[in-house]
């Protein structure tokens, strides 16, 4: 397969300021004309050959200026056009089949409508085109169609007009004025019904809203329309920018490959980020919704008005969107619940892709597929990497920083020096070393050591950047640590310092402090790093209970309860310190629960035990049977332990009624917690309570805990409650989709013959990326079930990967990774692991996707 390498970039030979496409479109059979005004580049390499990239499509008719010509040839799935002149009008004609197109990509149908998805290369599935970030074009886009089928047709910019065609057709004419690449253009056809609203802009300019859904879905857009309202004014507030068309539209969509799209004054969302109400969206189903609102939003100009050179700077938009969207959602609710749970993410998510076979730096130096690389790398760390900067700057020079960005790159393909460059200058930040954040692949460690004499306390510092692939040794990089010295015992300190470690290792002293001080070290997770700091348990049960900074108090709790668990799972725990170490757990938790300077969304996050994933990734070879066990017997313990104030907890809230305030959400999270640890440790108490908060439930965050909780449970309540679930909803997708999640994630011994039975199920379909997420994603994540010693849960996976390839690779690819931690998993397991990597493999026909991650994988 060919390797697409960064250092080759070469500017476009021709450029297409100008682009009319006509579409007649048929849910079987669509044509397109696309006519081009080329030029060529001054800054190209002024090859007199036209490339116009394409993907299972073929030509039907190539004209230049107005003649048919066929000297034209195909290079691959690419076109290659001669071209004498300067400038040219280059027409061609293609057709599609959107009905059988079940990869999402290119111009599909789903439920009877039309819709495209062209990022990252999609486009070249429509029509042959430049299909790069960096040819930017004026689009004008015609479009008929059935009148009954595609009552409302839509593109990006602004509709200039319509009309009625002949034998039950009507058409549309859309322009949009703002150059853009071929990703960001987007075409919807279907019977759709709009919740409309207006937006002004602070400028006084009125901006029409419109969330279009299939009909008897509005009702649920109410949430999503308050979102996009909210997001609009944040920009205009938190970055300075203003929406730049007269009219944005949204529309929802139940096939979709990703979770949203910002094609310009258009976006389509997967209806999962759209739809909600209180009957059938949990909480955190809102807050997503909230956060991809925005986040699509804020593309508008962190994307689309400044865009991306070539495919390596996707961090550029998606690293720097994804930390607008991340300060939006904080400042619309908690912001230190939203860090944690932030942090709980990368941590989650990221750290074992930089830990594993799939390691690339925030700006990859190649790939084959670039659909691989949307990933928690380059969205979250990049996030992390543009917080930092944010961090040391402050954010009004971050701020003059991201104003001069915008400034000096509006209506261009930047790349992520550009970025860098400017908050330099317009932070007055020197960013050289910093650099090698981008470049550079692999979570810094950074070993921790204080020592007290005297007066002085001297913190010693040590960074190191592990190896990854293709990167054997690394340089150090600037880590901003926010830190405070509390005295242990007035429970106060004497301000946070930021201190930037840049060397391998580097020591820092403070005087004045006549007793040894407890560390609180990298306060509001200012850097991406990984601390080991090995210190005795009552300094961290004095932070959980006293820091300040509340994502260092729950980073307290989560290293008590890590430390822990790492020496039970690794042997090395007498009984004597496990009943110690258990019982500061336990006062810990007391201590929270107790709490009453604690809100109740706080108190969740402080309550939450460290995910599997995160404890696997503290060995350098995990054994997932044994972490699982030792993390719940702490559950149990904690459950039966604390059984009274649980029971005390649920009883408090559960008197709560139901409301979007954060004081009636931070109780529902608490219901559903109390209920964990008494499943865990009091079941049968557990058990009456769950069937109660199932029946009483009057929304979906206690209806799904409960049922979360009866479905890891035995007994025939799990079935009378799973069916009365799948009753009530059916015919709501969505909600369907928990209900395979729920089954599929339990806690249950035979959730693997669960999965077996569901994957038969009549609402089952491998065509559906939500189905397939909801029933398989679950089991992925399931690590008792994945990693059952049979091999089973693998094998599944494994099987899944080969049957959906050929279907849908980008959804397909998205469960290699998976499989691909093999060599951080205990042997026996590893060789069934890589076993299935190899049965991939050996497949016929892999898609570029699949190939791409599975090799990796192995290599
Ligand atoms: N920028 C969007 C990326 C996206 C995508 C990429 C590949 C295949 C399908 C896709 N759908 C959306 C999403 C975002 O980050 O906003
Ligand atoms: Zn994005």
Redesign the pocket.
Known sequence: PQVIRREDYQPPAWLVPEILLDFRLGLESTNVTARLSVRRNPDGNGSATLRLNGDQISPLAVRVDGAAVNDWRLDGPDLLLPLSGESHQVEIETHVNPASNSQL?GLYASHGMLCT?C??EGFRRITFFPDRPDVLSTYRVRMSGDKTAFPVLLSNGNCESQGEGEGGTHWAEWHDPWPKPSYLFALVAGDLIANHDTFTTRSGRTVDLNIWVRKGDEERTQHAMESLKASMKWDEEAFGREYDLDLFNIVAVSDF??????NKGLNVFNTRYVLADPETATDADYDAIEGVIG??YF?NWSGNRVTCRDWFQLSLK?GFTVLRDQMFSADMGSSAVKRIEDVRILRSAQYPEDSGPLAHSIRPDSYQEI?NF?TATIYNKGAEVIRMMRTMAGPERFRAGTDLYFERHDGEAATCEDFVKAIEDGAELDLGQFRLWYSQAGTPQVAVDLEHSGDRVVLKLAQVVPPTPGQPEKQPVPVPLKLALFDRETGQHRGEELVILDKPEQTFTFEGYPRAPVLSINRGFSAPVAIAFERPAQDLVFLAAHDDDPFARYEAMQSLVVQHLIAAVGGSLGEGARAVERDAIGQAFKAILADDSLDDLMRGELLILPAEGYLAEQFLVADPTAIHAEREALKAWLGSKLKDSFAELHDRVSAVSYSRDAAARGARKLKTQALVYLAAGAPADAKRRAIEQYRQADNMTDRQGALMVLAGLEGPERREALADYHGRYSGNALVIDKWFSLQAGSLHPDVLTHVQALAEHPDFTMANPNRVRALYMALAMNAKAFHAPSGEGYRMIGELIRQLDPINP?TAARFVPSLGRWRRIEPRRAAMMRGELERIAAEPSLSRDVLEQVTKSLG
């Open positions: 990509m998805q990022e990252a490959n990703m979770g949203a799209m910002e986040h699509e593309h998606e659909s949307y980008q």
